[in-house]
């Protein structure tokens, strides 16, 4: 939480201008298609801490960004592990003087979260990580922490297309979070006791892949390997099957 009159405002440089003529044309298209952003969904987000744990968290002055630290006695909170709560691509990961260190991930669609005061970042820029990747560890960087460990989140949406969401003042474009179907961060002075993260292991979204190979001897193996993280899951197995004669290198 922020001290008195203190904001983590970022400091982005103004959004570039752009003028066009306008045909009625193009108008009557925007209103009735809109804009391919304003269409899309926010991503489906879980909370950002492994599977299980309980954290409580709290809107304080600053809605609808929330303060999250761990339950039942916040015990604990300095270090904890960080992860994803949803697939997205780094955009922003440095430490800044206010927030201390923070990263900003990319869901597309125009929806990006913001972690600050972290106590460690273990992402860097263009990195694209998965649902419940480790991310950094929470902590109390940054003077706006007050030197009391927790996770400041936000999510943003892009309402201005300049790829990225500002963050940490009023009137940013954070809009209210949805972990696990449960949306927070209505009001200020709000607090949620007890919520446990969902963010579970599920199968890589590209499923399992398939890599068949062949023995000196010309009997044929077979592995199965999860496609997003190249682990292997099965095997190898090694068939009765053989090619019928001896390869040769090439």
């Keep these: 939480?922020?001290?008195?009159?203190?904001?983590?405002?970022?400091?982005?440089?103004?959004?570039?201008?752009?003028?066009?003529?306008?045909?009625?044309?193009?108008?009557?298209?925007?209103?009735?298609?809109?804009?391919?952003?304003?269409?899309?969904?926010?991503?489906?987000?879980?909370?950002?801490?492994?599977?299980?744990?309980?954290?409580?968290?709290?809107?304080?002055?600053?809605?609808?960004?929330?303060?999250?630290?761990?339950?039942?006695?916040?015990?604990?909170?300095?270090?904890?592990?960080?992860?994803?709560?949803?697939?997205?691509?780094?955009?922003?990961s440095y430490k800044h003087g206010n927030a201390g260190n923070m990263i900003q991930i990319n869901h597309g669609g125009g929806y990006f979260t913001t972690y600050i005061h972290l106590q460690s970042r273990a992402v860097s820029v263009g990195d694209r990580v998965q649902r419940g990747a480790m991310i950094g560890k929470v902590g109390k960087t940054g003077e706006t922490s007050n030197g009391h460990p927790h996770l400041h989140f936000e999510l943003g949406r892009d309402s201005d297309g300049n790829g990225s969401a500002s963050w940490g003042f009023a009137g940013s474009e954070r809009v209210k979070p949805t972990f696990n179907g449960v949306t927070y961060g209505q009001s200020n002075n709000q607090t949620w006791r007890n919520v446990e993260s969902r963010n579970c292991s599920a199968p890589s979204p590209e499923g399992t892949a398939s890599v068949y190979g062949v023995l000196p001897d010309g009997r044929l193996?077979?592995?199965?390997?999860?496609?997003?993280?190249?682990?292997?899951?099965?095997?190898?197995?090694?068939?009765?099957?053989?090619?019928?004669?001896?390869?040769?290198?090439?």
């Excluded at 752009?18 to 304003?38: D, I, K, N």
């Excluded at 904890?80 to 691509?89: D, F, H, I, S």
């Excluded at 199965?224 to 040769?248: E, N, Q």
Aim: aromatic share 6%; charged share 10%.
């Design 221 to 250: 193996t077979y592995t199965a390997i999860d496609a997003a993280s190249g682990k292997r899951t099965h095997g190898a197995v090694v068939s009765t099957a053989t090619l019928g004669f001896t390869p040769k290198a090439m």
């Design 1 to 92: 939480m922020p001290a008195s009159g203190t904001t983590w405002r970022n400091l982005m440089p103004p959004s570039t201008l752009l003028r066009a003529v306008v045909t009625t044309a193009l108008v009557a298209a925007f209103s009735v298609f809109g804009t391919a952003s304003h269409a899309m969904a926010a991503p489906d987000l879980q909370l950002p801490f492994p599977c299980g744990q309980k954290w409580r968290l709290d809107t304080w002055a600053h809605a609808p960004a929330v303060d999250m630290v761990k339950e039942p006695d916040q015990h604990g909170t300095d270090g904890a592990t960080l992860v994803a709560p949803a697939a997205g691509t780094v955009n922003q």
